[in-house]
């Protein structure tokens, strides 16, 4: 019967398990509406004292990477290792460096 | 004093408990699989709640009972909760007036609680009322979605109001032993709550496109073991096996 | 609670347009043990593989909370009332779960409800089987959970991220569902006549069906070989299940009951029981449909879905409405 009827939109899920850290993917629920998509992420989410802070988004609203141009966007950053701090030599007897 | 706060409390269990129970009946029964979660939620927060009453009225009584013999040993006619909250699930809308309506109320009287001067029962009363509060938010938000979601729902809506409307009355009553309670522990009477009640339930009603019933309130019943036919039911599957094996433990 | 080795129709006809390279690609890949994920190139028998599998994987986690569910008003204290309700509801926070991971693969969630309602989907068999006394609780908790355990753990190291990632979910989850069967038995088996005489019945009527929730034998097992290869599965069905074996006899010594296999015996040499025959007849007759509970069983699933579309459909009218209000 409600075949052809759309189902409830995709939210993705992402909860700040303590104060101090960034809010992670946990994954996603089905909600009519923003609302419920931010009780249904509580409700399932969670129920194991799992987070301090939620955030919900419709999956369509998603701005991806392409993987197919995985390659012309991340390596790039391959050879550049010059931004990495373990790159650099400190003389010995240099502290707090 | 000890045997009426005792009465009190074990009400208190009573409704959690037998909301709790019906809330138990819908699993597997919900609209959606996160709808399913967020009833396990609100059931699990009522038996908890029943759990914690059952515990202090079984202090209170210092007979050495405990949460189960409230729970499993008393009969049908010794429960004391409302009558609206043992009523059959019907559907997933008749549920939610259900639940609504009464957490309405219910949570009113949880916030009197949790700054009452017992302390024991202040501590049960906030811990419950943080829970309630947000099934209300999920309760209310469901009212609206359904009286003021199609044609269909709306009619449905407005006919599980008019079910249950004629129960709430009984959240307003109080007997003697409220009276007592509520003096010695600073509460406001039950009839105090109504027009905050009428005021939220009014409001809420409106946005919904739902229209306040005029069916007359039944003033009391279940508090004082005048149950429904439901009732007996509930218990006997509740307690089935406790009745049956009464030497046996779990 | 499961994924079980199920039948497999009409897959690996590996279409025209993945080139050999892709393919040794993307084992290649496979092979050094990296993820594939959501948008990663992958070849179409693995996505409709894993498509099937995690389906059936949900589908048994909304099925499997009926069984247990049988019993959430008659639980026989509140405690345990209240625990067997966080495990159902568990049951259902998993289904959801592995829904999602498979919608990742492009599948919609309804579709996949479809496929279980018009009887195309499968689930596992284990849930087609009556629970006929509280001890029956235990027994699920701790043969069938059990079971899940051993064929799920492996499972967190799958070669598709969110299938993966899914399952290290669940199993953190799960791993107070065994130990509360368990230990629903040991109280049974440490209480009156009457409750001992409970336990046993219920290891009479599970102990078999709990075998069989790993699938058929390796010789019949007809896409275990690619899926191994693809490292979807890490063990073979029988390999699980001897595992299960010789984990699960000493903890029915241990609780004082008797499994129902007269052919069972400790291998001294090997240190692993050799088990009876079991009756395959009846595991294809109740993945066929006609266990004890399969008609039962669906049509609970087809009437919650039935009967509320006006809610989901009132959900949806009103949100639009709210749009169509803000927009304005």
């Known amino acids: 019967m409600s075949k052809d009827r759309a189902e409830w939109p995709l939210y993705e899920v992402f909860i700040r398990s303590k104060s101090g850290l960034s809010h992670r993917h946990a994954g996603s629920v089905h909600a009519a509406d923003d609302q419920m998509a931010l009780d249904n992420a509580r409700d399932t989410y969670t129920r194991r004292m799992e987070g301090v802070s939620l955030w919900v988004v419709r999956s369509d609203r998603i701005i991806a990477s392409d993987p197919t141009e995985t390659s012309a966007f991340f390596e790039p950053a391959e050879d550049k290792i010059y931004r990495h701090p373990t790159f650099y030599d400190v003389p010995e007897g240099v502290e707090n460096l | ?250 | 609670m499961y994924t079980q080795g199920l039948d497999q129709k009409g897959q690996a006809n590996v279409s025209e347009i993945e080139s050999p390279e892709q393919l040794a690609a993307f084992q290649a890949r496979i092979d050094a043990e990296e993820k594939i994920e959501a948008k990663d190139w992958m070849p179409a028998a693995y996505r409709r593989t894993l498509i099937r599998q995690i389906s059936q994987h949900a589908h048994s986690e909304i099925i499997g909370m009926q069984p247990e569910g049988n019993w959430l008003t008659r639980a026989p204290s509140l405690q345990r009332k209240a625990i067997l309700l966080a495990k159902v509801q568990d049951e259902a926070g998993h289904g959801l779960y592995l829904y999602s991971a498979a919608e990742t693969l492009g599948v919609s969630r309804d579709e996949m409800v479809q496929g279980l309602l018009d009887g195309k989907a499968k689930y596992s068999s284990i849930f087609n089987y009556p629970t006929l006394n509280w001890a029956d609780i235990g027994a699920i908790g701790w043969l069938v959970d059990g079971a899940a355990i051993m064929n799920q753990i492996p499972l967190c190291r799958c070669s598709y991220g969110p299938y993966a990632r899914a399952m290290i979910r669940v199993c953190k989850e799960e791993s107070f569902h065994q130990r509360q069967g368990f230990d629903i038995m040991h109280k049974l088996c440490n209480g009156t006549d009457d409750q001992k005489a409970m336990a046993q019945d219920a290891l009479n009527r599970w102990w078999w069906p709990s075998l069989m929730m790993f699938g058929p034998g390796d010789a019949d097992s007809k896409h275990s070989a690619q899926s191994m290869a693809w490292k979807i599965k890490r063990f073979s069905n029988d390999e699980l299940r001897q595992k299960f074996v010789d984990v699960t006899v000493p903890q029915a010594e241990f609780l004082g009951l008797r499994v129902p296999d007269d052919a069972l015996v400790l291998d001294e040499e090997s240190g692993h029981y050799r088990f009876g025959e079991i009756d395959w007849q009846e595991f294809h007759d109740v993945l066929a449909g006609n266990g004890p509970c399969n008609a039962q069983r669906m049509e609970r699933r087809r009437s919650a879905h039935d009967d509320n579309a006006w809610v989901r459909d009132a959900a949806r009218a009103y949100a639009d409405k709210q749009s169509a209000k803000a927009v304005a």
């Not at chain 2, 005792?6 to 269990?13: A, C, D, F, H």
């Not at chain 2, 809308?93 to 009287?109: H, K, N, S, W």
């Not at chain 2, 419950?128 to 947000?134: F, M, V």
């Not at chain 2, 003033?219 to 046996?248: I, M, N, T, W």
């Open chain 2, 1 to 250: 004093m000890t045997d009426s706060l005792s009465i009190y409390v074990q009400r208190l269990g009573d409704n959690a408990l037998v909301l709790g129970q019906r809330m138990v009946e819908l699993v597997t029964r919900e609209p959606e699989l996160e709808e399913e979660l967020a009833n396990a939620n609100f059931a699990l927060d009522y038996i908890g709640q029943a759990r914690m009453f059952y515990q202090y009225a079984a202090e209170l009584d210092g007979e050495g009972n405990d949460e189960d013999f409230y729970a499993y040993r008393r009969d049908a006619q010794a429960f004391m909760n409302y009558l609206l909250l043992e009523q059959p699930n019907g559907h997933f809308g008749d549920a939610i007036v259900r639940q609504y309506l009464f957490e309405v109320f219910y949570l009113m009287q949880l916030e009197g609680l949790a700054a009452c001067n017992d302390q024991r029962l202040a501590e049960i009363a906030a811990r419950a009322e943080k829970e309630i509060r947000y099934h209300l938010r999920h309760s209310r938000s469901w009212m609206l979605r359904l009286g003021d979601g199609t044609e269909e729902s709306h009619q449905k809506m407005q006919r599980a109001l008019e079910q249950a409307w004629r129960y709430c009355g009984e959240f307003f009553y109080s007997d003697a032993a409220d009276r007592g309670v509520c003096k010695t522990l600073g509460l406001d009477l039950p009839e105090d709550l109504q027009s905050r009640w009428n005021e939220e339930v009014n409001e809420l009603l409106s946005e919904a496109t739902l229209e306040r019933p005029g069916t007359p309130w039944i003033r009391e019943g279940g508090r004082h073991g005048k149950h429904s036919e439901h009732l007996g039911y509930l218990v006997a599957e509740l307690q089935h096996l406790q009745r049956s094996y009464p030497d046996a433990s779990w």
